[in-house]
């Protein structure tokens, strides 16, 4: 049984916007930190966003700060990536990943072990 999965990706025209979903189950939002990342065409995967349990604190990448934002919702169990004015260099297949909370107090994308890794959603932005 998956423990992410994400949702909500697709085409879109530059300066758009999409929101992405990934749902959590078997696990608690209560224990683990949350991360973004993506992996553009013919690229390495990298970091852009996480979310900290409690929501104690947030990071974005440079490459989406003022852009993305990224929140929990508990009612529905899931942590959202919220994209406004997408850029064709935003295109990459993301992926939410969990961190157990017991080792960090934050969260981070980078120098971190995630145990939970979801299949990853299509972003394709058009120029």
């Known amino acids: 049984q998956s423990v992410l999965v994400e949702s909500g990706g697709g085409l879109v025209q530059s300066g758009g916007s999409l929101t992405l979903s990934c749902a959590v189950s078997g696990i608690s939002l209560d224990d683990y930190h949350i991360a973004w990342f993506r992996r553009p065409p013919g690229k390495e995967r990298e970091g852009v966003s996480c979310i900290s349990v409690s929501d104690r604190s947030k990071d974005y990448e440079d490459f989406v700060k003022g852009r993305f934002r990224i929140s929990r919702d508990y009612a529905k169990n899931t942590v959202d990536l919220e994209m406004k004015n997408l850029k064709p260099e935003d295109t990459a297949i993301y992926y939410c990943?969990?961190?157990?909370?017991?080792?960090?107090?934050?969260?981070?994308?980078?120098?971190?072990?995630?145990?939970?890794w979801g299949q990853g959603a299509q972003v394709i932005v058009s120029s």
């Open positions: 990943a969990a961190e157990s909370a017991i080792v960090n107090f934050f969260c981070s994308v980078s120098g971190r072990r995630f145990s939970y």
